[in-house]
């Protein structure tokens, strides 16, 4: 189970209300594509998990 750390970000209206729309059409919360938005993000810039964190490989 991937350990979650709460964190605080500030978005912009229109940022916000985008993700509120994906959150109706696909059920999923907000937090939930913030953290796969990340993921992409993170991966781009050759940061991606390793095994020990969370099972994605490198």
């Known amino acids: 189970m991937n ?3 709460r964190t605080n970000i500030y978005l912009d209206a ?7 729309e994906l959150n109706k059409e696909t059920g999923a919360p907000v937090a939930e ?3 796969r938005a990340i993921d992409d993000y993170l991966e781009k810039q050759g940061k991606k998990k390793d095994a020990g964190n969370g099972g ?3």
Do not use: A, G, N, P
């Open 33 to 35: 594509h913030v953290r």
């Open 3 to 5: 350990t979650k750390i």
């Open 56 to 58: 994605k490989q490198e």
């Open 14 to 20: 229109w940022q916000h209300e985008k993700l509120s």
